[in-house]
């Protein structure tokens, strides 16, 4: 596992360069899968208006005039956030935080704040200062959809991190009343069907204000988000985040991470040897000391989720069964003589189940993409996405491990849940769009 890009580069080059660690693999994985969305919709929607399915809107704007008060005020402001955090990462982060939990926490430096600040309202300034008029004066600009993607894409990333911390809240809701604070500025628990329920009503609150063709906009961006679905997933693998799934008992592993076949009674002898880790949550050290590594708890041993399967012949044994060795969570037990940050490993191998939804969505992608040309109905290939997303969740949720409700009668998680309203929806909207797109024909 790399955590980050120190343990990258140490691993693939031999090099150690300390200020790596800021870079958190997940964090990262998730920017590259926003900028490979916003390439894919931007030509989605570039193609849509060659072939006159969008149109440009004509909006007047002012040039000329000087930077404004709030302008500034706001460039200030993110110029501070930046400069609090990124330069405190370096000069004064405090002792015993990684650097995701200090992203997250209220530490920074204000001397880095304040310099980010009248950089940012300086450039700012000097932008607008260069092309000043003696006299402002309004211009029509002809804006294009796919000129609005990074708009979109910002969007869809702020209100995509609160609708994801939203969810996460109301389903782990006894630790969120227990501290609220703790749980909305923790660098973990990102529901992404939060994320993107609520990303996609201000999307479409944004669209609706700048007059773009809803139903081509959302058809463009179902191809954008199973691909970059499927990147934040490979991330959770990079990173071992914790999205992994149950226990796979047709395997076993050691302290180091290495996985071999189970032997009859093998799973039971080792979910008996870390008794604690399944029951408690916690561990004990070489020194005796206690250590709360994980929320994952279970009232028996026999309550611990496992399924028994085999890898077959022409696939490794670390496709079905993986145990996350230095895994970002830091969850597990101490591997032996690690002495880094990031030192643990669990005590027994899981299903790799973000390594499996990578695949598929990338197929998905492939195939959706493919498809795009020959779905010429509007509102189709939406319904298409909701559909296979949601199928692909469901059918994954089997394998994992996440709190369960009492829905109708059933013991289902939250993802699951979703997950078939998203099937449903998208079999409604595949059905009414080709039924009105029948009628018209008729007509």
């Known amino acids: 596992m790399y955590p980050n890009l120190f343990y990258a580069f140490r691993d693939w080059f031999g090099v150690e360069i300390p200020a790596l660690s800021f870079l958190n693999s997940f964090g990262l994985m998730v920017a590259v899968a926003f900028i490979v969305a916003a390439w894919v919709l931007n030509m989605e929607l570039k193609r849509k208006e060659k072939?006159?399915?969008?149109?440009?809107?004509?909006?007047?704007?002012?040039?000329?005039?000087?930077?404004g008060a709030g302008e500034l005020f706001v460039n200030a402001a993110i110029g501070f956030l930046f400069g609090y955090k990124l330069i405190?990462?370096?000069?004064?982060?405090?002792?015993?935080?990684?650097?995701?939990?200090?992203?997250?926490?209220?530490?920074?430096?204000?001397w880095g704040g304040v310099i980010g600040a009248a950089v940012l309202c300086g450039l700012k300034w000097w932008d607008k200062h260069k092309a000043k008029l003696p006299s402002p004066e309004k211009r029509s600009v002809?804006?294009?959809?796919?000129?609005?993607?990074?708009?979109?894409?910002?969007?869809?990333?702020?209100?995509?991190?609160?609708?994801?911390?939203?969810?996460?809240?109301?389903?782990?809701?006894?630790?969120?009343?227990?501290?609220?604070?703790?749980?909305?500025?923790?660098a973990s628990g990102l529901a992404f069907y939060g994320g993107l329920i609520t990303a996609t009503l201000f999307i479409f609150l944004y669209a609706h204000r700048k007059k773009i063709g809803l139903s081509h906009l959302v058809d463009a961006a179902a191809p954008a988000l199973m691909i970059a679905y499927g990147i934040g997933r490979l991330g959770c693998q990079i990173s071992?985040?914790?999205?992994?799934?149950?226990?796979?008992?047709?395997?076993?592993?050691?302290?180091?991470?290495?996985?071999?076949?189970?032997?009859?009674?093998?799973?039971?002898?080792?979910?008996?040897?870390?008794?604690t880790y399944y029951l408690q949550g916690k561990i004990i050290d070489v020194e005796g000391n206690e250590h709360?590594?994980?929320?994952?708890?279970?009232?028996?041993?026999?309550?611990?989720?496992?399924?028994?399967?085999?890898?077959?012949?022409?696939?490794?044994?670390?496709f079905f069964a993986y145990a996350y060795p230095v895994n970002v969570n830091n969850d597990g037990i101490d591997i032996p003589g690690n002495l880094d940050e990031y030192h643990r490993v669990l005590p027994l191998p899981v299903f790799p189940t973000p390594l499996y939804e990578f695949i598929v969505c990338t197929f998905l992608f492939g195939l959706m993409w493919l498809l795009r040309y020959k779905i010429k109905i509007p509102l189709m290939m939406f319904g298409l996405y909701l559909v296979l997303n949601g199928a692909e969740r469901f059918l994954i949720e089997r394998i994992r491990v996440n709190k369960l409700y009492d829905f109708l009668?059933?013991?289902?998680t939250q993802a699951e849940i979703i997950a078939v309203g998203l099937i449903m929806v998208g079999l409604i909207l595949v059905?009414?769009?080709?039924?009105?797109?029948?009628?018209?024909?008729?007509?």
Request: net charge negative.
């Open 51 to 67: 072939a006159g399915l969008l149109h440009p809107r004509e909006e007047w704007i002012e040039v000329g005039k000087p930077a």
């Open 88 to 110: 405190g990462l370096f000069f004064s982060m405090p002792e015993g935080l990684n650097s995701q939990e200090y992203i997250f926490s209220s530490h920074g430096s204000i």
């Open 142 to 186: 002809r804006i294009w959809p796919h000129d609005r993607v990074g708009d979109i894409v910002i969007l869809s990333l702020v209100f995509g991190i609160l609708g994801a911390k939203l969810f996460d809240a109301i389903e782990h809701w006894d630790d969120f009343i227990a501290d609220p604070i703790a749980t909305i500025f923790s």
């Open 240 to 275: 071992g985040d914790g999205d992994w799934g149950i226990l796979n008992s047709a395997y076993i592993s050691d302290e180091q991470g290495n996985i071999s076949k189970a032997a009859p009674g093998d799973f039971e002898k080792g979910l008996n040897k870390y008794a």
């Open 292 to 318: 709360y590594v994980t929320d994952r708890v279970y009232h028996s041993l026999q309550a611990v989720p496992h399924k028994s399967l085999a890898a077959p012949g022409f696939l490794p044994d670390k």
């Open 409 to 412: 009668g059933f013991k289902s």
């Open 431 to 443: 059905f009414f769009s080709y039924l009105k797109s029948r009628k018209k024909q008729l007509v």
